[in-house]
């Protein structure tokens, strides 16, 4: 059974698309800790990020890395922190968050509520740094 990012890769479910390339995709995460909270995930349906053979391990962080750069462009902050879990969801991904201080990146922490107009915004601004900069 496809996971919901399997279906979102495939174009069944829709998502706030940042950047993609022929392994990867990242898209805003809809329950956002902060504005800019992106997930990145590899193309390929592969439950533990570990289980990734090197050259996609190495190919997910480089990916990650240009989306992180966009990002950060966008939303300043003093970092952009990586997080990855793995328990919500069946499918290898990357939450990019930008954060001022550690406490941003407390999964306990409140989600934002934006409107669709918001995450269109976001993700057209982050995807547009991407595309400059990954021409």
């Not at 966008?74 to 550690?102: D, R, S, T, W, Y």
Request: glycine letters at 4%; proline letters at 5%; one cysteine or more.
């Amino acid at each position: 059974m496809a996971t919901i990012f399997s279906k979102i890769v495939a174009g069944e479910i829709p998502s706030y698309k940042v950047a993609e390339n022929e392994q990867f995709y990242a898209f805003l995460d809809i329950n956002p800790l902060v504005k800019g909270h992106t997930l990145v995930i590899p193309k390929r349906e592969v439950d533990y990020i570990f289980d990734l053979n090197d050259e996609e391990l190495a190919g997910i962080h480089l990916f990650a890395k240009s989306v992180a750069l966009a990002i950060q462009k966008v939303f300043p902050c003093k970092k952009v922190g990586e997080a990855v879990i793995g328990l919500e969801v069946p499918h290898a991904h990357i939450h990019l968050i930008p954060i001022q201080k550690e406490s941003d990146m407390l999964f306990s922490n409140p989600k934002l509520q934006l409107s669709s107009d918001e995450f269109e915004n976001i993700a057209r601004a982050i995807r547009e740094e991407w595309e400059a900069a990954n021409k």
